[in-house]
């Protein structure tokens, strides 16, 4: 498999000493208007979510900005490669990012 350093979902797997390589990631609703992370894993692994992503084209490496963050609810306004998506506040804190 190429010896990949983290799992389908962004975990980190060891490498054959048993060292993990540990990333630094914070929630992507943590993230306010105009900042910029790169999607490096999920916290939420059911298979709805993951479906949910798949169909919105949220994957691991893609570079998101935040537009727009609603003070009321938390939902943000995201965009992905020229797409702008409306995602709830238990989506942002579902999925990791790196700044």
Not at 13 to 21: A, E, F, M, V
Not at 29 to 34: A, D, E, G, M, Q
């Amino acid at each position: 498999l190429g010896f990949p350093k983290q799992d389908p979902h962004g975990d980190p797997i060891p490498d054959k000493n048993g060292n993990l390589q540990v990333i630094e990631k914070s929630l992507l609703s943590t993230l306010n208007t105009n900042e910029v992370g790169i999607c490096v894993g999920v916290n939420d692994t059911s298979s709805e979510f993951l479906q949910f992503l798949d169909k919105q084209g949220i994957a691991l490496g893609q570079q998101i900005k935040v537009i727009e963050k609603e003070p009321f609810d938390g939902s943000l306004t995201i965009k992905i490669k020229n797409k702008k998506l409306s995602i709830s506040h238990k989506i942002a804190t579902n999925l990791y990012i790196q700044k």
